[in-house]
């Protein structure tokens, strides 16, 4: 996902803000969401990473499911509070652990998970590549890799470029990041992807979610600032984003 600048507030702020109305805070539908947990060849005590886990849900989900256990980590402190307040409301706190922190720099040990999954943040190991390789290391041999990432529809125009240079020019194909992973050693199980009605959903929870704030909290510091920058996305969304990225979760076995 692109990554704006703020000027003076704290950016997670600004997520927890406007990502407030998500179970998932990407493009993904629930149903989608509960699809792909259900294709996961799991069997119970399995033991689940979670890279970048935003509010813990997909995590929640699999621990649910499965009877497994887990971990999150997340770079928000607003994320994770929720996410742990969400395990001890659904009676996972003993199955399910939050931290906060940069995925890159735990110190779990090799090859000791079932499933590793990174949705959205493949910054964390500077890429679609540096990612698999990262999680590729934290499973087991034969451990499964859970990946949410964009790709581009189309060739972004110069207009987008110009907005979000970085974002924009290091896109690729649905079917490129499917390669890259194969021929990093993965074996590809299933992909799914989302739609215009998912991307709609999932900016425009994001877009009411600003305006809501700024009318409830006039007297918050940030909401000015948040709406502005909410409202610039959005357009820049409808312009550009809406037919030029995509957006799938891939599902992989490691050698």
């Not at 805070?25 to 969401?33: D, G, V």
């Not at 259900?38 to 509010?55: H, Q, T």
Request: net charge negative; aromatic share 10%.
């Amino acid at each position: 996902m692109p990554h704006g600048i703020l000027k003076t507030m704290n950016i997670w702020k600004y997520y927890g803000v406007t990502h407030a109305d998500h179970l998932v805070m990407n493009p993904t539908s629930e149903a989608k969401t509960d699809e792909i947990i259900s294709l996961l060849p799991l069997k119970p005590n399995s033991r689940v990473l979670d890279i970048a886990s935003g509010k813990g849900e997909q995590l929640l989900r699999i621990i649910e499911k499965y009877d497994a256990t887990g971990i999150g980590v997340d770079i928000s402190p607003y994320e994770v509070k929720a996410s742990s307040q969400r395990a001890i409301a659904r009676g996972l706190q003993d199955k399910a652990e939050f931290i906060e922190g940069d995925g890159a720099k735990q110190d779990f040990e090799p090859n000791s998970f079932d499933l590793a999954m990174c949705f959205g943040a493949s910054w964390v190991w500077g890429g679609h590549l540096g990612t698999i390789e990262a999680l590729k290391n934290l499973v087991k041999p034969g451990g499964l890799i859970l990946l949410g990432e964009p790709y581009k529809l189309k060739d972004p125009e110069p207009g987008y470029i110009e907005a979000e240079p970085d974002f924009a020019n290091s896109m690729v194909t649905h079917a490129e990041n499917v390669a890259i992973a194969q021929r990093a050693g993965l074996n590809l199980l299933y992909t799914i992807v989302s739609d215009h009605n998912d991307w709609d959903r999932y900016e425009g929870l994001r877009l009411r979610a600003a305006e809501l704030f700024a009318e409830e909290n006039p007297d918050d510091p940030d909401a000015v600032e948040i709406l502005d920058k909410q409202r610039g996305e959005y357009d820049l969304y409808l312009k550009h984003g809406r037919d030029t990225v995509g957006w799938a979760i891939y599902l992989f076995r490691a050698p």
